[in-house]
């Protein structure tokens, strides 16, 4: 006899209760390159302390970040300094990653 799931998922809150985590901003930053500076933008990006992920998608953007800092303030010079500075970058447009 199969076994019945729980018709309400688990709330993502009571998964990590007991881990001690601390509230960081976050970020996807999506990227218009120039195609032939796209494996350059990529190592630069590996370069920058704050990106947990980058990966090259095709569609309207050419590459989207993962990126974390302490607030909204340090993702901001994040892109401005470190991400809009990378050569082949035509545009950077940057998604705050909110909670509801």
């Known amino acids: 006899m199969e076994e019945k799931l ?3 998922p ?3 809150s ?3 209760k007991d881990i001690d985590v601390k509230d960081k901003s976050a970020a996807y930053v999506l990227i218009e390159a120039t195609p032939s500076e796209i494996p350059y933008i990529m190592e630069e990006l590996s370069k920058i302390e704050n990106v947990r992920s980058a990966d090259v998608v095709t569609g ?3 590459i989207i970040v993962f990126l974390e800092g302490e607030d909204q303030h340090e993702i901001g010079r994040i ?3 470190n991400i809009h500075s990378i050569r ?3 545009k950077a447009t940057t998604c705050m990653v909110v909670k509801i």
């Open 6 to 8: 729980s018709e309400s």
């Open 10 to 12: 688990i709330p993502f």
């Open 14 to 16: 009571e998964l990590l």
């Open 60 to 62: 309207v953007y050419d």
């Open 79 to 81: 892109v401005i300094k």
């Open 88 to 90: 082949g970058v035509k």
